[in-house]
């Protein structure tokens, strides 16, 4: 499949609801979901192939859903992204609930989790970020960070440091991958940023204090008010 956006508005289109199998839901996607997915996939979500019978029962083929999953502190960043997703037709209209988990030492905390819906063609995404199964940076990244998936990425991964700076949690990539980012949002952006390591071959992005004001002008349109106070990045 060719990888591009398509610029077409489609919230309305009869196949987005959950009566439909993956295989009939077949796009085309605009910007702005893709924007969410690709940001949110450069995180903590998840693009999960799931297994239906072809009509045949003899082939076993498989289709794609986006998880989205955030702990009680983002909470109202996640249900911002549900509406979103929502309002454009890829998600059920059903509220997400916050349920309780245990962690070390029976600790009770609590997550938020949802799904869009299963599509045929977001398979091609899930092939550009999984390699056996671990999640990559792909390598046609650079076109399709938009501002609006900067935003999400780092709203979802980011944190201001205390000297002025802003670091993008990547531990769970390679360091070539990260070494990638930092290199479009070099040359896309004019940010001025470097891979930093910490712990065990563990990677972040630092976004050094002087590009911080040009990052505010990139994001700030696109982002959840209640990360502005998380981020301090007001």
């Known amino acids: 499949m060719c990888l591009k956006f398509y610029n077409i508005c489609n919230k309305n289109?009869?196949?987005?609801?959950?009566?439909?199998?993956?295989?009939?839901?077949?796009?085309?996607?605009?910007?702005?979901?893709?924007?969410?997915?690709?940001?949110?996939?450069?995180?903590?979500?998840h693009a999960?192939?799931?297994?239906?019978?072809?009509?045949?029962?003899?082939?076993?083929?498989?289709?794609?859903?986006?998880?989205?999953?955030?702990?009680?502190?983002?909470?109202?960043?996640?249900?911002?992204?549900?509406?979103?997703?929502?309002?454009?037709?890829?998600?059920?209209?059903?509220?997400?609930?916050?349920?309780?988990r245990i962690g070390k030492k029976n600790k009770i905390y609590h997550t938020i989790?949802?799904?869009t819906w299963t599509f045929s063609?977001?398979?091609?995404?899930?092939?550009?970020?999984?390699?056996?199964?671990?999640?990559?940076?792909?390598?046609?990244?650079?076109?399709?960070?938009?501002?609006?998936?900067?935003?999400?990425?780092?709203?979802?991964?980011?944190?201001?440091?205390d000297n002025g700076g802003l670091i993008i949690n990547t531990n769970a990539f390679r360091y070539e991958d990260v070494n990638l980012l930092c290199n479009i949002l070099q040359l896309k952006y004019k940010l001025v940023t470097n891979p930093r390591l910490q712990g065990n071959n563990q990677w972040f992005i630092y976004i050094k204090k002087e590009s911080m004001s040009t990052l505010k002008k990139i994001i700030l349109p696109h982002m959840c008010r209640s990360m502005l106070r998380e981020l301090h990045i007001l």
């Open 48 to 100: 999960e192939r799931r297994s239906y019978l072809s009509i045949s029962k003899l082939d076993k083929k498989g289709n794609t859903r986006i998880s989205f999953h955030q702990g009680s502190p983002n909470v109202e960043y996640l249900m911002w992204i549900w509406k979103k997703i929502k309002d454009l037709g890829y998600t059920s209209s059903k509220k997400p609930k916050l349920l309780p």
């Open 113 to 115: 989790r949802f799904h």
């Open 121 to 161: 063609n977001f398979n091609w995404i899930q092939d550009i970020f999984y390699i056996d199964g671990k999640k990559v940076i792909p390598k046609e990244i650079e076109k399709y960070l938009t501002p609006l998936a900067l935003a999400i990425w780092i709203m979802g991964n980011g944190s201001k440091q």
């Open 13 to 45: 289109q009869q196949f987005y609801n959950n009566k439909l199998k993956g295989e009939e839901r077949i796009g085309p996607h605009n910007e702005e979901i893709l924007s969410i997915i690709i940001g949110s996939l450069l995180g903590d979500a």
